[in-house]
C-alpha cells in the first residue's frame, strides 16, 4: 500500500485542491504543488517521529482522537476551513512538536513560493487526513503496527518527495536525514545510473558503428562488384565487337582501294 498515492488521489478527486487554494488565497496550480509536496513531508515528519521512543505511541494517540472515517471524509475536512486547520495544526503539532511543525512550514515555503501563514493552514488541513490514511491502512492502532506501516513507507516517502525537497527537509528537521538517508539514496542511485546509461549510450551506439563499418564498407564493395561486374562484361563485349566491325570495315575497304588502283594500272 503505497499512502502517498492513496491520499494524493483523495485530494486531487474532484474540486478539493480548488477549495484548498481559495482558502489559502493561492492559485489552483500552486495549490495542487504545495500539496503533492506537503503531503510526503507530513508523512516524513511522521515516520522521523515514529523512530524516536514513544513517537509511535503519540501517532497512534493522536489517531485516536480522530473520527475513525477522517480519511474518507477529507472533503468535511477541508469544507471545515480556518477552524479545521487550526485544530488539526494542533493535533499535528502534538506529534512533532512547536519546533518540527515551525521547520517544516518553513522548508515548504520556500520550496513552494507559498507564504508560511497559507503553509501553516495547509498542514493544519493535511495533518489529519495523513493521519486518518495511517489509521485506516495500519493493523491496529497500537505503536508497533504504527511504526511497522510507516518504516514500509519510507521508499514510498522518497520517490515522491521533489527533487532538492529532501534535502532540504533533512537539513532543517533533526533526525529526518537518517530516516530518510537509506531511501533517498536508493533512488538517488537509481536516477544515477539511469541518466549514466542515457549519457553512455551515444558513445556505444558510436563505437559500435565504427565497429561496424569496418566489415561494412568491404561487404559493399564486393556487393557492388558482383552487381556491376555483368554489366562491365556486357559493356566490354559491346566495345570489342564495335572494334571489330570497325577493323573489318577498315580492311574491306583497303581491299577494295588496292583492287581499284590495280585495275586503273592495269597490274
Do not use: Y
Not at 163 to 177: D, E, R, T, V
Not at 227 to 250: C, F, Y
Amino acid at each position: 500500500m503505497n499512502l502517498i498515492e492513496a491520499i494524493l488521489k483523495l485530494l486531487k478527486n474532484g474540486d478539493l485542491i480548488q477549495k484548498i487554494a481559495s482558502l489559502l488565497g493561492i492559485g489552483e496550480e500552486q495549490a495542487g504543488k504545495a500539496v503533492s509536496a506537503a503531503v510526503p513531508s507530513i508523512l516524513a515528519g511522521l515516520a522521523g517521529a515514529a523512530s524516536k521512543p514513544g513517537g509511535a505511541s503519540g501517532i497512534a494517540n493522536a489517531i485516536s482522537q480522530l473520527d475513525p472515517s477522517q480519511f474518507d471524509n477529507a472533503a468535511s475536512q477541508v469544507a471545515g476551513g480556518t477552524a479545521a486547520a487550526e485544530q488539526g495544526g494542533n493535533l499535528l503539532g502534538s506529534i512533532l512538536g512547536g519546533a518540527g511543525m515551525g521547520q517544516l512550514g518553513s522548508v515548504l515555503s520556500r520550496f513552494t513560493g507559498v507564504n508560511e501563514g497559507a503553509i501553516g493552514k495547509l498542514l493544519g488541513l493535511l495533518g489529519p487526513i495523513v493521519l486518518g490514511a495511517i489509521g485506516k491502512n495500519s493493523k491496529g492502532l497500537d505503536a508497533g503496527s504504527i511504526g511497522g506501516l510507516l518504516a514500509g513507507q519510507k521508499d514510498n516517502i522518497a520517490a515522491a518527495l521533489p527533487g532538492g525537497l529532501g534535502k532540504m527537509l533533512g537539513s532543517a528537521i533533526p533526525g529526518l536525514s537518517g530516516v530518510l538517508g537509506s531511501a533517498a539514496d536508493t533512488v538517488g542511485s537509481a536516477a544515477r545510473t539511469t541518466a549514466n546509461a542515457a549519457m553512455n549510450a551515444p558513445r556505444e551506439v558510436q563505437a559500435s558503428g565504427s565497429s561496424a563499418m569496418k566489415w561494412l564498407i568491404p561487404a559493399l564493395l564486393v556487393v557492388a562488384a558482383i552487381l556491376l561486374l555483368p554489366k562491365m562484361l556486357r559493356k566490354a563485349s559491346d566495345t570489342a565487337a564495335v572494334a571489330k566491325e570497325q577493323a573489318d570495315g577498315m580492311v574491306s575497304a583497303t581491299t577494295q582501294r588496292t583492287k581499284i588502283i590495280s585495275g586503273a594500272t592495269g597490274s
